[in-house]
């Protein structure tokens, strides 16, 4: 049946603003050294794999995981401090968490605010749940300009403030008191994203126990489980006890929860993986600081944002290497002519920095 004799389509039943939305790119990566989506590049320890295989095997997949997922926010508290006053909320990666806490505030006319460049599911999600998004710029070197976000809080009045420190795609940290002064002014929520917390050396876990306004989400898929897809949010009980009403039911799957579980149990041996990364990166900011027109950006992340002549050019160039980054050169203004670069294992790095020189000298 046609559109003339009355069918719907998507046109005529999606919402125009959605219509015109991109869905989120996932790039193929079959067969290329993969720098692109901030994953821990190691493997598990043998010993951690092979422990984990068993529990896994034995899983009772046949039924509805735990609805509270209580041993697993157990042993998130165990290794992460979780301060006592504070509640856990489990997303199915951050992802979902960014999307429950705009639901919850999507009353006619709010605001979700954020600054820019940022994490790009902010300004989306904020679309998905018919918010209107708002922010200001950061400085040239990515810095906040306080005077600008604070006029933002004033005349925007947001219900929710998403700010992501260390920041992606910049890397860089936020200062605490910078952070402070925002929930001092925030008319709504502030939701500080840690998504990188285990490569740098900033905590703000305790700014939700102490501050009515702040909650903190973090996700484990950078620290080497990204494909359980876990993230979770730690907050006031009051905060959390409204926000789980929107939550689906068994929104953390049965081996995820097994999975994650025995691996914050173990969690000396992600950290010595972080550890290895955070040296890791020092390391290639190096060796990419060596390359002719490169400007690499201080990061705080297990990621590096760096500017360099034709930059769309040399991520095509790399491609065709084999070689994967992020090209966020078309982002935003402030990201003219950049690629961001997940830290890899040594030999990844040094293959990422071969490329890199091939392509800038055959570029001319």
């Not at 993230?231 to 009051?238: D, I, R, T, Y």
């Not at 990422?352 to 570029?363: G, Q, R, S, T, Y």
Request: glycine share 6%; hydrophobic share 50%.
């Amino acid at each position: 049946m046609s559109e003339a004799n009355g069918a719907a389509t998507p046109q005529s039943l999606i919402r125009e603003e959605l219509l015109a939305l991109s869905a989120y790119h996932v790039p193929a990566s079959a067969g290329m050294v993969k720098l692109d989506a901030m994953e821990n590049p190691y493997p598990l320890p043998d010993d951690l794999a092979a422990g984990l295989g068993a529990l896994l095997g034995a899983a009772p997949v046949n039924r509805y995981p735990e609805a509270d997922a209580r041993a697993l926010k157990a042993s998130i508290r165990r290794a992460l401090d979780v301060p006592a006053g504070c509640d856990i909320l489990l997303g199915n990666g951050s992802d979902e968490i960014i999307q429950l806490l705009a639901m919850a505030v999507a009353k006619p006319g709010a605001v979700l605010a954020s600054v820019e460049p940022t994490f790009v599911m902010f300004r989306m999600i904020a679309t998905f749940t018919g918010l209107r998004y708002a922010s200001c710029p950061l400085r040239a070197d990515f810095s906040l300009d306080m005077d600008a976000v604070l006029h933002m809080l004033e005349a925007e009045r947001p219900a929710v403030m998403f700010l992501a420190t260390p920041n992606n795609p910049t890397g860089n940290t936020f200062a605490r008191a910078d952070i402070e002064r925002i929930a001092a002014a925030a008319p709504g929520l502030l939701v500080v994203d840690e998504a990188y917390y285990a490569f740098g050396d900033s905590s703000h876990l305790e700014l939700a126990a102490r501050l009515p306004n702040v909650l903190v989400m973090r996700t484990f898929s950078k620290l080497g489980m990204a494909g359980l897809r876990l993230g979770f949010l730690v907050g006031a009980p009051a905060w959390l006890e409204q926000l789980d009403k929107l939550r689906l039911p068994y929104n953390v799957n049965v081996l995820t929860q097994i999975a994650a579980t025995r691996l914050l149990d173990s969690y000396p041996a992600l950290a010595a993986q972080a550890a290895a990364i955070r040296v890791d990166r020092s390391v290639l900011a190096e060796a990419l600081r060596a390359v002719p027109g490169a400007e690499v950006f201080p990061s705080e992340a297990n990621f590096l944002l760096f500017r360099i002549p034709r930059a769309a050019a040399l991520f095509d160039a790399l491609v065709a290497r084999g070689v994967l980054v992020k090209n966020v050169s078309r982002a935003h203004a402030l990201l003219a002519d950049c690629l961001r670069v997940t830290v890899g294992t040594p030999a990844e790095n040094r293959r990422f920095i071969a490329a890199l020189h091939e392509a800038v000298a055959d570029l001319g």
